[in-house]
T-cell receptor, first 115, second 114 residues
Framework: GAVVSQHPSRVICKSGTSVKIECRSL??????MFWYRQFPKQSLMLMAT?????????EQGVEKDKFLINHASLTLSTLTVTSAHPEDSSFYIC???????????FGPGTRLTVL | QKEVEQNSGPLSVPEGAIASLNCTYS??????FFWYRQYSGKSPELIMS????GDKEDGRFTAQLNKASQYVSLLIRDSQPSDSATYLC??????????????FGTGTRLQVTL
């Protein structure tokens, strides 16, 4: 099946620093990748949709200057949380899609803790 | 009205029984539907896709789609304690093209008891 990896799986950082999360599709080319955030016991929240070679489309209420997304190749997208604050602590999950039926395959997630 | 609705549960079934998970959607243009399983603290895992009316079986899982009634379901036969998780229903929105975003329900928590 389709495999998506994320790195790092867990990160702890100080308030004010920036954190980069990588998402890779390992065995297929992903024309579109998605970034989600999930707080404990809450639903997935889509943050942005990323297409290879073009600017990401952000959901309403998500600050594009705070959450920088780059999708430079068909197998790699990155999310950078800039000037992180404790309220940014969450579970960040990427997914990748290349199928005509819009199947999304999720990465294992990155747990971010901002002190 | 939410676009994809699920009962949050928990749905409790004894081991070996059939678990029935239901989902309704409001967008008649939705074409593709998916069931994801999410264990606590983990990311979602795709377990079933269904695109046409009727049933689709894969091992112990059967997905059912009824576009006229705007209803999707997932049956899990011979439920095991390892099936205990939150099950997310998702569909494509109206006009969904290649790799469009999915609309997720809030999920149903399933508990399989010994």
């Amino acid at each position: 099946g389709a495999v998506v990896s994320q790195h790092p799986s867990r990160v702890i950082c100080k308030s004010g620093t920036s954190v980069k999360i990588e998402c890779r599709s390992l065995d297929f080319q992903a024309t579109t990748m998605f970034w989600y955030r999930q707080f404990p016991k809450q639903s997935l929240m889509l943050m942005a949709t990323s297409n290879e070679g073009s600017k990401a489309t952000y959901e309403q209420g998500v600050e594009k200057d705070k959450f920088l997304i780059n999708h430079a190749s068909l197998t790699l997208s990155t999310l950078t949380v800039t000037s992180a604050h404790p309220e940014d602590s969450s579970f960040y999950i990427c997914s990748a899609s290349a199928q005509k039926h819009n199947e999304q395959f999720f990465g294992p997630g990155t747990r971010l803790t901002v002190l | 009205q939410k676009e994809v609705e699920q009962n949050s549960g928990p749905l409790s079934v004894p081991e070996g029984a059939i678990a029935s998970l239901n989902c309704t959607y409001s967008d008649r243009g939705s074409q593709s539907f998916f069931w994801y399983r999410q264990y606590s603290g983990k990311s979602p895992e795709l377990i079933m896709s269904i695109y046409s009316n009727g049933d689709k079986e894969d091992g112990r899982f059967t997905a059912q789609l009824n576009k006229a009634s705007q209803y999707v379901s997932l049956l899990i036969r011979d439920s095991q304690p390892s099936d205990s998780a939150t099950y997310l229903c998702a569909g494509t929105p109206l006009g969904g093209g290649t790799a469009s975003k999915l609309t997720f329900g809030t999920g149903t928590r399933l508990q399989v008891t010994l």
